[in-house]
Nanobody, 117 residues
Framework: QVQLVESGGGLVQPGGSLRLSCRAS????????MTWYRQAPGKGRELVAG????????SYSDAVKGRFTISRDNAENTVFLQMNSLKPEDTAVYYC??????????WGQGTQVTVSS
């Protein structure tokens, strides 16, 4: 069955960094675009970053552009989100998703990121 397993979340001080990982199984990862979404308390789920299957198309939300970097390793069926210069407003549950549109594809269980001093 399809599984997306996120890891790497945690508590970090403002200005700090975290690297999220999402390991995929159960589908052909190497032909699938991947995205990271996040959901803050009381807010809807928002797209943070996306990457196509060969990393030739990458996009970011304006809120994270210049601070976050999405990448992938097709040999390891893993997508990453490097998050630098973290701000309190980045606090959210971060979800890995297969595909670009939120209404299709598969979701991971989410990993909590908390930015606080």
């Amino acid at each position: 069955q399809v599984q997306l397993v996120e890891s790497g979340g945690g508590l970090v001080q403002p200005g700090g960094s975290l690297r999220l990982s999402c390991r995929a199984s159960g589908f052909t990862f190497s032909i699938t675009g991947m995205t990271w979404y996040r959901q803050a308390p009381g807010k809807g789920r928002e797209l943070v970053a996306g990457i196509n299957n060969i990393a030739s198309r990458i996009s970011y939300s304006d809120a994270v552009k210049g601070r976050f970097t999405i990448s992938r390793d097709n040999a390891e069926n893993t997508v990453f989100l490097q998050m630098n210069s973290l701000k309190p407003e980045d606090t959210a549950v971060y979800y890995c998703h297969s595909g670009w549109a939120p209404n299709v594809g598969y979701w991971g269980q989410g990993t909590q990121v908390t930015v606080s001093s």
